[in-house]
């Protein structure tokens, strides 16, 4: 049991720091990569507005520069000329300025494709990017013409389609630097995430023996009281039962005695299950699996309840596929036939039909279903009717004598033969319990 709470204890938390990883690795990344469309396309837009060139932003600087290297007439000139670019330009200048670093103009690759109404291309302008050709620029331009797309990503370039006089504009941005920069800092965060995912599991490993001792000692001291209690149990109802039997000896059967048998085997079938629960969350049962015909023990340990429903107002209708063979404890899979069966003919409707049926699933493994009408269906979720002594209807089941621990009986059996057991709600007024073996 320790090492199944260890396992879980670990799973879960593994599994949420996960989550948590993959989350800020996610939205981190997401952030670097929209940084580099949101330059690229800040690059773009100032290319576009400056009619296909990228804009000097820095034009009094570079007419202080070149003061410094030229004539007095010469610079009487450039200040003149500096001074006109400056007043046309100067709204542009200040928003690229405004977005960009004073290296902007030197270090952004582009080029630009104008291309008609017709689909002709009028104009290529490579002269800002070594890499690409003319004939490289027009044929990435037709490509993203076909594509349909007015922006994006073409290889390692960022594009933008606008209008322009002539017909469209195509505007390439090479971000291959930023690119890998960006692919460089996902493969290191990726690392780093995985890296730190490792050392949390060995910290939770190793913390996780002492985070579940608590949750351990208690379940055991638990278990172990119920154990010992049902062995103290099983002493007096002996005697009771030895002394019932006395007494129907002396003076006869009567409604008092079978109400005292009834009961004592009801008690005795209660310790017997409640022993069996703790041994199963103790891994102290062995069950000894061989190949079995589940057909043939379907119908063996079926056969009793035929005249058990009828004597309880219902029938029992049985659907068996023959030849179906399983591995399993050919005792344990009989309690569980006899559990549900059990189940089904203390609560199903007054005069109402029990099915029982074995098919073979078509991917493998066989499915055995018990289904029949109830009066009404239970409230919530089906899966409490596993839950130990958890009675849907509680003023019934003290007429029908039901304990509550049948079908968790019948669940750690099944699942100890790793298979499944559900219950499910056919319409309003019928329930179904399916057994799924591999």
Known sequence: MEKRLRQKFVLVAMLSVAAALALILVVINAVNYQSVCRMADDRIEAIVENGGSFPSVFGADEARVGQEETSDASVVILEELSATYIDRSFDLDKRVADIMDKEAPYDTRYFTVT??????????????????????????????????????????????????????????????????????????????????????????????????????????????????????????????????????IEAGESEWTQSIAAQVTRLKSLTERLVFLARMDEDATQFEKTDLDLSELTEYASEPFCAVAESRG??????????????????????????????????????????????????????????????AMPEGDLKRLFDRFYRADTSRNSQTGGSGVGLSVAQAIVEAHSGSIRAQALDAHTICFTVTLP
């Open 115 to 248: 291309v008609d109404d017709d689909g002709a291309i009028v104009g290529v302008d490579v002269n800002h990017v070594a890499a690409t050709t003319a004939q490289d620029a027009c044929a990435y331009a037709l490509q993203v013409s076909v594509s349909g797309a007015k922006h994006g990503f073409y290889g390692a370039y960022r594009y933008r389609v606008v209008d322009a006089d002539e017909g469209s504009l195509y505007v390439f941005v090479n971000c291959s630097r930023e690119l890998s920069n960006f692919e460089a800092f996902l493969g290191a965060s990726a690392a780093i995430g995985v890296g730190a995912w490792l050392l949390v599991l060995v910290l939770v490993v190793i913390f996780s023996r002492i985070a579940v001792r608590p949750i351990v000692e208690s379940y055991r001291k638990q278990q172990r009281f119920i154990t010992d209690a049902s062995h103290e149990i099983k002493t007096p109802l002996a005697v009771i039962g030895a002394a019932n039997d006395v007494l129907e």
């Open 314 to 375: 219902k029938k029992l209708v049985r659907d068996l596929e023959s030849g179906l063979h399983v591995r399993g404890d050919i005792s344990a899979l009989s309690q569980v036939v006899e559990l549900l069966l059990d189940n089904a003919t203390r609560y199903a409707s007054d005069g109402s039909e029990i099915e029982l049926a074995l098919k073979k699933r078509s991917r493998g493994g066989v499915t055995l279903q018990v289904s029949n009408a109830v009066d």
